[in-house]
């Protein structure tokens, strides 16, 4: 397949005719767009949901904080609340992470005393 290569001549007034065409274009592009505070949010992340966290004396006393793109939420442990699904779902990330991390530096935590048997350390 051949390339055919075409030269255009253009005068600086009909270069900046033709630049300016196209700043309008990319303005009017910019201006149409939804910005995202102007998109409806999903209604099911928007829906109650009970949840109840765990209350102890020590670790787990405080009430938790929760945002989910700058909407915030404190969430008081020991007693049934009502949230949004959306902090329910944050929550529920975010313990299944703590779970992902302790079983990853359990896996670390082998491996080192393993290798430092076979060192003899």
């Known amino acids: 397949m051949s390339e055919t290569k075409t030269t255009l001549r253009l005068t600086s007034s009909e ?7 196209l700043r309008e274009e990319l303005r009017q592009e910019l ?10 949010p999903d209604p099911y992340f928007e829906e109650y949901v009970e949840v109840q966290l765990f209350k102890d004396g020590k670790d787990y006393r405080d009430d938790v904080f929760v945002s989910c793109n700058g909407e915030n939420c404190l969430i008081k442990r020991g007693v ?6 959306k902090f329910a779902l944050i929550l ?9 991390a302790a079983e990853y530096a359990g896996e670390r935590r ?9 060192l003899g350390l």
């Open 15 to 21: 270069l900046e005719q033709i630049k300016n065409q």
């Open 31 to 40: 201006v149409q767009r939804p910005k995202p505070a102007e998109c409806a």
């Open 80 to 85: 049934p609340v009502m949230i949004k699904r």
């Open 92 to 100: 529920e990330q975010s313990a299944r992470q703590d779970v992902s």
């Open 110 to 118: 082998r491996e080192f005393a393993r290798r430092a048997r076979e």
